[in-house]
């Protein structure tokens, strides 16, 4: 018998570990139902019951990239061979491929617009919170408030004026654009978190670097960005998941060249009935660079939201 | 190795005055200590010189250099703080090895340096290691490696024991003495701690509240203090002042407070007002024959003595005396002074009153 204080009872142990997986199970299935629907069948997606086992297809996903037409049977006798797999797929349905769908550009654009203004947001971050933790500034405190107080509105809110400004300078439906604005609605909640995370670092070290002979500007990159890695990857995923997911402002700001994929997967529900399955791959693959980039950085999330939490 | 000259170093930041107008001089291979309370200025100093903080006004010269503008890196000195500021991502050899690297010392001579001061202070098992896993000990052998691995002009050090536990502190203020006298390399150490500053310096000086209240060899600071916050602030128990009123001529050898009369070395200045008579506990004896009379408080036992708490009509008096001699608690007994030892301050200005004894030591000064 263990009479340990710390250590937990095996009751305690189990009903731990039985809400643990409950609480994965419910946070889980709807991301499970979604990856499943991809790979439905059109009936098989809206069918009551709802089906858990079906007879997975790769439909949804060739509907996602293509755009196609209804043909009647003579017609689709009269052509050629299929020369691919997804094109025999369309044509068992009574369809041809018209073109490839616009899929693959939004997704790019989500990727150079979400990335580029993570590291964007990072880099001007991580330049101001230094300077806020390190320097005397005037009206520091102020300074601060300032940046937050852009924070207590939702972004949605300056739509409008956003929308004025952006058509007189140019900067509507271009990546430039939506990378700085993204950034700036990013960037007070990365100065802040990152000032925590730099303030915890003692300036001893840029100091002791100094005087070994390296510049302010060495000190910083060689001394204080090592050991700021895990506050800047935690806030990169914060900031990547909102600029990643941003609707409205895409919506509103975006059409024909750099529109991303959040408000082109509802489109696809307009186009030749409700195709589910293709939104739900839509869906699933938007998911993809989100999940690799939070899995890369894990290790430094983890870390990252416990920071300070102990002194060491 | 260097000498330092501080001249009229003046630090304010905003309205506050860290350090008012200090002027002094670090001799070549001297152990210096900048000893006084927290909030006294003695860190902004040490930065100061070391080219952390710019001062405001005064100059400081390394070697009759003058440096007060320059940078950190261009001063050739090595600093070691108080929690050591080791590099956590890199291990124990990259850590020493990078002063020199910034200095673009070829590879191999690096790896050479760097084991010749593992070697010295005895950590070569350690190269490899992750500072995480270090002990408090450990870590300020290689912030010391760090520091000598350049062989700067001049070592600057922050309370460097500071964060360490009070045995082990013992075992590393020898290791930092044998050091310093096996490199004799100008060494500036700050330190809130009075026994530290006595048992390590070779010159003392005191500050309190940006001012440089004395400046000397730890023995004179000890028997002779230029004022009283110094009297106090060393030794341990402090300095004992008997407090009186009335007037000191020059050229008397005894001060007369109500009945009592004590004996002090021939004054050489005047004054009048209230004064205090200051006198160190080892140099107070229990004696029932002296007119100084007195009720005894408290015993403290310490092993070879023990220090006594006497009340007397001019305030409390700590006396270190034997720990063989039967005292008891409530009793009534004499003290006796030992009247060449004793200073004489001056309580409206805080200094001491210049004596045929301490002239020598404070004329200058």
Redo the contacts between chains.
């Keep these: 018998m263990n009479f340990s204080v710390t250590e937990p009872s095996v009751r305690t142990k189990w009903f731990a570990g039985i809400t643990v997986v409950l609480y994965g199970l419910i946070t889980i299935i709807p991301l499970l139902w979604i990856i499943a629907t991809g790979f439905k069948t059109s009936e098989d997606a809206i069918s009551y019951p709802p089906k858990v086992v079906f007879k997975p297809t790769l439909e949804g996903y060739v509907n996602l990239f293509t755009t196609r037409t209804r043909v009647n049977q003579d017609e689709l006798e009269d052509l050629p061979p299929p020369e691919t797999w997804y094109e025999q797929l369309v044509r068992d349905r009574g369809q041809v491929i018209a073109s490839p769908s616009r899929y693959g550009e939004r997704f790019l654009n989500s990727l150079i617009i979400g990335f580029g203004s993570t590291a964007l947001c990072m880099v001007l971050g991580t330049a101001a919170a230094y300077a806020f933790s390190r320097f005397r500034l005037p009206l520091k405190d102020d300074l601060l408030f300032f940046i937050l107080s852009t924070r207590m509105m939702p972004p949605i809110a300056v739509a409008i004026p956003i929308f004025l400004m952006f058509k007189n300078l140019g900067l509507s439906d271009t990546h430039l654009g939506m990378i700085m604005l993204y950034t700036a609605v990013n960037l007070s909640l990365s100065v802040w978190l990152l000032k925590g995370f730099i303030d915890e670092i003692p300036v001893e070290y840029e100091e002791a670097a100094l005087i070994d002979g390296y510049t302010r500007f060495q000190a910083f990159y060689k001394v204080v960005l090592p050991q700021a890695a895990t506050g800047i990857a935690s806030t990169a995923i914060f900031c990547l998941i909102f600029a990643w997911n941003e609707y409205a402002f895409a919506v509103l700001l975006t059409s024909g060249n750099a529109q991303t994929a959040p408000p082109f997967i509802p489109t696809i529900i307009g186009v030749g009935g409700k195709d589910w399955p293709a939104v739900a791959a839509g869906a699933t693959l938007f998911l993809v660079p989100v999940m690799v980039f939070t899995v890369l950085l894990r290790k430094h999330l983890l870390r990252g939201i416990t920071f300070g939490a102990v002194r060491k | 190795m260097a000498q330092i000259r501080i001249e009229n170093l003046r630090k304010e930041f905003g309205a506050f005055t860290a350090v008012e107008s200090s002027t002094f001089n670090v001799e070549d291979g001297e152990f210096f200590m900048l000893l006084g309370p927290s909030g006294c200025g003695k860190t902004t100093t040490l930065r100061m010189m070391?080219?952390?903080e710019l001062p405001t006004s005064g100059r400081i010269f390394i070697d009759d250099e003058e440096v007060s503008k320059k940078?950190?890196?261009q001063r050739d000195?090595?600093?070691v703080?108080?929690?050591f500021?080791l590099?956590?991502?890199m291990n124990v050899e990259k850590n020493i090895a990078?002063?020199l690297i910034?200095?673009g010392m070829p590879r191999k001579q690096v790896r050479q340096r760097v084991s010749e001061v593992a070697n010295i202070l005895g950590i070569e098992s350690l190269l490899k290691s992750s500072i995480r896993g270090l002990s408090g000990g450990d870590r300020q052998r290689v912030a010391l490696g760090?520091a000598i691995v350049?062989e700067p002009k001049a070592f600057f050090m922050d309370e460097p024991l500071g964060a360490l536990d009070a045995e082990f502190r013992e075992h590393m203020a020898s290791e930092l003495m044998s050091l310093h006298s096996r490199m004799n390399a100008t060494t500036v150490y700050v330190t809130h701690d009075q026994l530290e500053a006595m048992q390590m310096g070779d010159k003392i000086i005191v500050m309190n509240h940006g001012v440089v209240e004395q400046f000397g060899v730890p023995q004179q600071i000890y028997d002779w203090p230029a004022t009283m916050f110094v009297a106090d602030f060393l030794g341990s128990p402090s300095m004992n002042f008997l407090h009186g009123n009335g007037t000191i001529a020059s050229a008397s050898t005894q001060v007369k407070m109500n009945e009592t009369t004590i004996n002090i070395p021939r004054q050489t200045e005047t004054m009048e007002g209230e004064f205090a008579v200051g006198v160190r506990p080892e140099h107070i004896q229990l004696d029932d024959a002296a007119s100084l009379r007195c009720a005894i408080k408290a015993t403290e036992y310490l092993g070879t003595t023990q220090i006594v708490t006497a009340t007397t009509e001019f305030g409390e008096v700590k006396a270190r005396v034997a720990s063989n001699l039967d005292v008891t608690v409530g009793a009534q007994t004499g003290l006796s002074l030992i009247s060449d030892t004793i200073t004489v301050f001056n309580k409206a200005t805080g200094k001491a009153l210049l004596s045929e004894a301490n002239k020598a030591v404070l004329a200058h000064g």
């Design positions: 070391a080219g952390l940078k950190a890196s000195i090595a600093f703080f108080q929690m500021a590099y956590p991502h990078y002063p910034s200095q760090r350049r």
